[in-house]
């Protein structure tokens, strides 16, 4: 089952893993992803819950949003402190070859340009982060926004294995960050742990779970906590109705001059709700 763990590793590493197969899998059903923007998109919404597992109120928000010149960007993911994932990409059908190493080309997908982290917490300003995208692996970049933007360093790995068909087969992440005071030789003795894991995707293929990776490489770590992770959005009708009262007495007649009904979409988790032309003229009547 689709989860995130967190915990503590010697006092010098706050560590969390992630695993997310039928998340990512549903993101691909609802929003019909190429296999490149199945990668693309669901390590993406892998890494927005990995950065979500620092947060102590259910207010907390997390929004990352890969700007870039890829021809499957821009790409927006969101999750909250419980784990609850959406999001989508702007070119969901785009198919790329695969890159030199025979893997889905996911830094080609989205190009060079900016990744843009906002943080929202219940009575603050959300607060926003900007970085140059790396390499467009997801993984990296967002390492170099906690290093640079939030001052913590921070290894991200994060992947996804899709089947040939399509289908997802795995999705797995790591999120590990190096607590102050932390000698240099522990930290370049995990960077060569790291460096030998190996593909995070294909051990999670082969029945890793989060719980079992983390023992690999943190013996004896504590766990503080697990929580569920699932593809959930909090889209409803009542919120595209508001949206189109908002839209005004004209631009609403307007509408109902060439359309019977309008069908309205949310972009973050592709559920549609259908306006009935009674249910569009009330509203006209209100507006
Ligand atoms: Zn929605």
């Given at each position: 089952m689709d989860h995130l763990v967190i915990g503590l590793a010697y006092g010098k590493f706050r560590i969390a893993a992630i695993t997310g197969k039928d998340t990512v899998e549903e993101a691909?059903?609802?929003h019909n992803l190429s296999h490149t923007a199945t990668a693309a998109l669901g390590r993406s919404l892998l890494g927005a819950g990995l950065l979500a597992s620092s947060f102590k109120s259910d207010k907390e928000r997390i929004l990352l949003q890969f700007r870039g010149d890829g021809p499957v960007s821009p790409i927006v993911a969101m999750a909250d402190r419980n784990v609850n994932v959406r999001g989508y990409c702007e070119n969901p059908q785009v198919e790329l070859e695969l890159n030199s190493q025979g893997k889905l080309d996911v830094g080609g997908a989205i190009g060079s340009g900016m990744l843009y982290v906002i943080r929202e917490r219940d009575n603050y300003e959300p607060y926003t982060g900007t970085v140059p995208i790396q390499t467009g692996e997801v993984g990296d970049d967002l390492a170099?926004?906690?290093?640079?933007?939030?001052?913590?360093p921070s290894a991200?790995?994060?992947?996804v294995l899709v089947d040939p068909t399509g289908e997802v087969r795995s999705a797995a992440g790591l999120l590990v960050q190096v607590l102050p005071g932390v000698p240099e030789e522990d930290i370049i003795q995990l960077e060569e742990k790291l460096?030998?894991?190996g593909s995070l995707s294909h051990r999670f293929d082969q029945g890793e779970t989060p719980e079992s990776l983390l023992d690999d490489l943190f013996e004896g770590w504590n766990k503080l906590e697990e929580r569920p992770l699932k593809f959930a959005c909090d889209c409803s009708k009542e919120r595209f109705q508001r949206g189109l009262f908002s839209l005004g007495r004209e631009e609403l007649s307007d509408l109902l001059e060439t359309q019977q009904s309008?069908?309205?979409?949310c972009r973050f988790c592709g559920e549609k709700y259908e306006f009935s032309r009674e249910e569009?003229?009330?509203?006209?009547?209100k507006a």
């Amino acid at each position: 089952m689709d989860h995130l763990v967190i915990g503590l590793a010697y006092g010098k590493f706050r560590i969390a893993a992630i695993t997310g197969k039928d998340t990512v899998e549903e993101a691909r059903k609802r929003h019909n992803l190429s296999h490149t923007a199945t990668a693309a998109l669901g390590r993406s919404l892998l890494g927005a819950g990995l950065l979500a597992s620092s947060f102590k109120s259910d207010k907390e928000r997390i929004l990352l949003q890969f700007r870039g010149d890829g021809p499957v960007s821009p790409i927006v993911a969101m999750a909250d402190r419980n784990v609850n994932v959406r999001g989508y990409c702007e070119n969901p059908q785009v198919e790329l070859e695969l890159n030199s190493q025979g893997k889905l080309d996911v830094g080609g997908a989205i190009g060079s340009g900016m990744l843009y982290v906002i943080r929202e917490r219940d009575n603050y300003e959300p607060y926003t982060g900007t970085v140059p995208i790396q390499t467009g692996e997801v993984g990296d970049d967002l390492a170099y926004y906690l290093q640079i933007s939030e001052q913590v360093p921070s290894a991200v790995g994060l992947g996804v294995l899709v089947d040939p068909t399509g289908e997802v087969r795995s999705a797995a992440g790591l999120l590990v960050q190096v607590l102050p005071g932390v000698p240099e030789e522990d930290i370049i003795q995990l960077e060569e742990k790291l460096m030998n894991l190996g593909s995070l995707s294909h051990r999670f293929d082969q029945g890793e779970t989060p719980e079992s990776l983390l023992d690999d490489l943190f013996e004896g770590w504590n766990k503080l906590e697990e929580r569920p992770l699932k593809f959930a959005c909090d889209c409803s009708k009542e919120r595209f109705q508001r949206g189109l009262f908002s839209l005004g007495r004209e631009e609403l007649s307007d509408l109902l001059e060439t359309q019977q009904s309008v069908e309205t979409v949310c972009r973050f988790c592709g559920e549609k709700y259908e306006f009935s032309r009674e249910e569009i003229e009330e509203l006209m009547k209100k507006a």
